[in-house]
């Protein structure tokens, strides 16, 4: 498998990321150039603004070339002071961004060499201060190596708390790519039960009256082809959500299938009656999708299962929930055992149940089967 394209941030993150560089810039060259003003730097103009142009404007490059902008701030520290002039900021506070960019790469062990040999050099280019003043000798080179340690560690924080953060969003996204799955598989389950249900009942129609009656078999044969190619279809734009590119995906059913879905029920020979309380249109897509599959799924153990010959389905549309109830008038469970739930009614009760809902499923009182689920409507509250 081709390995993925680095992730693009963004657009709001990278404008964000060129106004800190930008930030960081100015308030580089306004802090070197100030500092060399308080202590006395005369001639700005001569290095001091110079070397803060300098300075500020490589580190709107620094995330692209970190390691460069590092060298080329150092080097731009060294020439000042080969041309006569004194750094009154030390050797590592002007180039403290470039530091820590640097330390947030995989190169960090080459920061802290160059870190250290420039720390050896301040100290020895600060010679002349220990000649009159060795506490403050002692200060300014202890100052300057504290100074690099706490930027390379925090170069080191901040780089391990961005992959932490990297790992923990790929898991989210591999999480949510495994539920997508598990729910195309609902899907998949759903579809091809269904269609096997139907299409079998036209079978059994098409074997009995081959004889008796052609066209009402080639009839059943027909409605058999066109209900097994939607299905293929359906299974078409799930199985494509699968795949590793999941363009071109068709639509999921919903409630404006549900017409096709009774149609489809009643030509298999069963007596559905659709009720439908309330306005459909208001109903957000993915609780419309969880309907139209526990009505699918319902009918589908109906003809394969039950022996019913009546099945009624009443849905009612409420603003903070949705009420669906499949009830027929089939045999019951021989023996007057206990219903086993198989994939189809563990299936919508996992669909429901992920809503915020509840499904329940069993024999009924006066004989046959009823399934209820209420699903709260997505974005309501109770």
Do not use: C
Not at 25 to 32: D, E
């Amino acid at each position: 498998m081709a390995e993925p394209p680095p992730r693009r941030e963004p657009a709001p993150v990278r404008h964000f990321a060129r106004i800190t560089d930008l930030t960081l810039a100015v308030l580089t060259l306004v802090f070197f150039v100030a500092v060399a003003l308080a202590t006395g730097v005369r001639g700005p103009w001569e290095g001091a603004i110079p070397l803060g142009l300098l300075l500020g404007a490589l580190l709107l490059v620094r995330r692209r070339w970190p390691m460069t902008v590092l060298l080329l701030s150092i080097g731009g520290i060294f020439l000042y002071h080969l041309t006569g002039h004194w750094s009154p900021a030390g050797w590592v506070w002007p180039t403290a961004v470039a530091y820590f960019t640097a330390a947030t790469t995989p190169r960090v062990r080459w920061v802290g060499a160059i870190g250290l040999a420039v720390l050896l050099y301040s100290a020895l280019d600060a010679h002349r201060i220990l000649d009159w003043n060795p506490t403050r000798y002692v200060l300014h080179v202890a100052g300057e190596g504290v100074i690099l340690a706490l930027l390379i560690a925090a170069g080191l924080t901040y780089a391990a708390t961005t992959r932490w953060r990297e790992r923990l969003r790929e898991t989210d996204d591999r999480a949510r790519a495994a539920e997508e799955r598990l729910r195309v598989s609902h899907e998949v389950h759903d579809v091809v039960a269904h269609t096997l249900a139907v299409v079998g009942v036209q079978l059994n129609v098409a074997a009995d009256a081959l004889e008796d009656d052609p066209e009402e078999a080639a009839a059943a044969l027909r409605l058999a082809k066109e209900i097994r190619n939607r299905a293929m279809a359906d299974l078409r734009s799930l199985i494509t959500i699968l795949r590793d590119d999941p363009g071109g995906t068709a639509p999921q059913a919903d409630l404006a299938s549900l017409d096709t879905l009774i149609a489809d029920a009643r030509t298999a020979g069963l007596d559905v009656t659709l009720d439908e309380r309330g306005d459909r249109a208001a109903v957000p897509a993915i609780t419309a999708i969880a309907v139209y599959r526990v009505v699918q799924e319902s009918l589908a153990n109906t003809l394969k299962h039950a022996a019913a010959s009546k099945a009624e389905v009443t849905i009612g549309y409420q603003p903070r929930s949705i009420t669906v109830e499949i009830t027929d008038d089939g045999r019951g469970v021989p023996g007057g055992a206990d219903v086993t739930e198989g994939h189809g009614l563990t299936g919508m009760r996992e669909r429901v149940s992920a809503l915020g809902g509840a499904l329940t499923a069993g024999l009924r009182p006066g004989g046959g089967f009823a399934v209820r689920a209420d699903i709260p409507v997505a974005g309501s509250t109770a």
